[in-house]
């Protein structure tokens, strides 16, 4: 085999070897070709059915989807307001550290009218036994998926230093049919009430300010002449 064969396969395995290198570094980190944003990442906001009788469940499917490389978001929290107060939006009552989450509000609700929307109690409010949830400083989202991993100080403990790397799927769904109103009595109970016919609306929202609003239409059940 002659000098320059030699030389022109030794070039084209290299150059193949630093594609590689590239294409591994821009998707899997730990670094990014370019700097992290947010503008990397689609808020995914779905629902089953915009329509449903009362007493049927609706399902929400939702998340965050990184359209980019591999790459590091810190904590941001840019929660909507929502009733005049900024609420950190959850999937679940041990959800807090999932960087996304929704509420549920009565009649058709946009950004202009969102401040002073009314959630309704998703979850029966009380004591919930959660597993451990992590005091989070930041979330690495692997390129191009909802796969990633949560990135904590010392689990509970912030002043810990020790760091945890938790894996973590930023994407999900969640079924209801109703929400969870005060009882008339005086114990300050809740009792579970199906929607009632009318218009909701499902904000969905994200760790950095990305809102999304779902609508659906609740009516009642009416039996067919025999």
């Known amino acids: 085999m002659s000098t320059r064969k030699k030389v022109t396969i030794v070039s084209a395995v290299v150059a193949v070897l630093t594609a590689i290198a590239v294409v591994s570094l821009y998707f899997w980190g730990p670094f990014s070709l370019y700097g992290n944003s947010e503008k990397q990442l689609t808020l995914i906001a779905s629902e089953d059915s915009q329509s449903i009788i009362s007493g049927q469940n609706i399902t929400l499917r939702l998340g965050i989807y990184n359209n980019g490389p591999t790459s590091i978001f810190n ?4 929660w909507p307001t929502i009733g005049g107060e900024k609420i ?3 999937i679940s009552p041990c959800s807090l550290d999932i960087p ?3 509420a549920v509000v009565p009649g058709n609700v946009s950004s202009g009218s969102i401040a002073t929307a009314k959630p309704l109690n998703m979850w029966q409010p009380g004591v919930y036994m959660c597993p451990l949830i992590y005091v989070v400083s930041s979330y690495k989202i692997l390129g191009l998926s909802s796969n990633g991993y949560i990135l904590s100080q010392g689990g509970s ?7 945890l790397l938790i ?4 994407s999900n769904t969640a079924t209801f049919s109703g929400y ?3 009882s008339n009595s005086l114990n300050g109970s809740y009792h579970f009430v199906y929607f009632p016919a009318g218009q909701y609306t499902v904000i969905v929202a994200d760790e950095w300010g990305a809102v999304a609003f779902l609508h659906f239409t609740v009516t009642s059940y009416t039996l067919l002449p025999v």
């Open 167 to 170: 894996p973590i799927t930023l």
């Open 157 to 163: 403990s912030v002043n810990s230093s020790s760091s």
């Open 88 to 90: 950190r939006l959850t």
């Open 100 to 102: 996304y989450g929704f």
């Open 180 to 182: 969870w109103a005060p």
């Open 75 to 78: 904590v941001s929290d840019l």
